[in-house]
């Protein structure tokens, strides 16, 4: 078991800890929300209706046959 001593000088070691950690969270910025940065950023681009495009084939190539007909009678 731990003396009186030990267990003081262990506390004082976590005191020092949770001290720095409290400086590093103070003294770094957010974090930058990356949604908000790129949002938009594809606005007007022809490659990405393609890239749009391309997703849309490939959905429907994945669907069984009888769902890619409703899906087409739906559209006209």
Known sequence: ???ETQIEERLKAVENAVSELRQYSFVRPP???WL???SGSFK???AF???LEYGRQ???ADRPP???EEAAE???
């Open 58 to 60: 490939m959905r429907h």
């Open 36 to 38: 908000e940065q790129i």
């Open 1 to 3: 078991m731990l003396n």
């Open 49 to 51: 209706e393609q890239v």
């Open 44 to 46: 007007d681009d022809p």
């Open 66 to 68: 009888d769902e890619t």
């Open 31 to 33: 974090a930058a929300n």
């Open 74 to 76: 739906t559209q006209r």
